[in-house]
């Protein structure tokens, strides 16, 4: 196995109602602009997403969410040059964003079957697969009771994803595993999860974080902005790093490429293995 640096992923959501932005880049060409930005602030990886999954969101229609992503899409080719992740739970979206140069596929799992589905493309095309544990429906993730044992529960859910993607013939270094921080978590389970790194990274994949902006990370949830968590978010992706992640997903790109850089100069951060 070869070893390799944390990669920083930059999120665009071009939604209506995401909990970071509240929509400033469902405009096509406002979320063309933002990719560019996400990439000259330092985005080892532009992630994509036209479908939020906030606590209480409501699921998009497919034709909704390629309306939402096709555009943006088609508009940045040959403009970047770091590779496109498509965020999604649809395997048409998937498909589309593939065809249109996507090098990953992101996507919370909430059917195994789907998740399968996804495995073949990734397998098919050529792309990587980020598989994420989330307790659904997304609906209703955030009035699920606590779990009895969160990272029992979650590590056992990604095997079972990890051997999934397996049996669908995707090589096993294209496939990384994402513990779905605060899907259906609460932020006791989420810290809980973030402390034991090492159980996931154990399973044999690499191992996404993606803590950004959360409200886990909040001490008043319903009085600060999504914005108010970023010295916050910073904790979490030192953590990530240190603990050998392989990609960390952020808001902030400009912030948290500069946080990287401090830290590589002065941690000693586990290396990523691929």
């Given at each position: ?127 990587y697969l980020i598989l994420t544990h989330a307790r659904g429906p997304l609906e209703h993730m955030h009035k699920l009771p606590p779990m009895s044992d ?119 951060i586990a290396p990523v293995l691929d």
């Amino acid at each position: 196995m070869s070893r390799m640096a944390t990669s920083l992923m930059g999120i665009l959501n071009v939604t209506p109602d995401s909990f970071s932005d509240g929509g400033r880049y469902h405009d096509p060409a406002a979320a063309v602009a933002r990719a560019l930005e996400i990439q000259r602030d330092g985005a080892d990886i532009l992630d994509v997403g036209g479908e939020s999954t906030r606590p209480g969101s409501v699921r998009v229609p497919e034709a909704e969410e390629l309306a939402r992503v096709l555009p943006v899409l088609e508009a940045l080719q040959g403009k970047l040059k770091i590779p496109v992740s498509i965020d999604t739970l649809h395997v048409a979206v998937a498909q589309q964003a593939v065809r249109l140069g996507a090098q990953y596929i992101n996507h919370i799992v909430l059917e195994d079957e789907i998740a399968r589905e996804m495995a073949l493309l990734a397998r098919d095309s050529g792309a990587y697969l980020i598989l994420t544990h989330a307790r659904g429906p997304l609906e209703h993730m955030h009035k699920l009771p606590p779990m009895s044992d969160a990272v029992g529960e979650v590590v056992a859910a990604l095997a079972n994803f990890r051997n999934l993607a397996a049996k669908a013939g995707l090589p096993p270094d294209r496939l990384l595993l994402d513990p779905g921080i605060g899907f259906g978590k609460n932020a006791d389970e989420s810290y809980e999860l973030l402390r034991n790194i090492d159980q996931i990274k154990a399973l044999g994949c690499r191992v996404v974080i993606g803590a950004s902006r959360k409200r886990f990370l909040s001490s008043d949830p319903k009085a600060d902005a999504a914005e108010d968590r970023d010295f916050a978010t910073a904790a979490t992706v030192v953590y990530a790093m240190e603990r050998g992640c392989a990609v960390i997903r952020v808001h902030n790109v400009r912030a948290m490429s500069q946080v990287m850089k401090v830290a590589r100069r002065l941690y000693p951060i586990a290396p990523v293995l691929d």
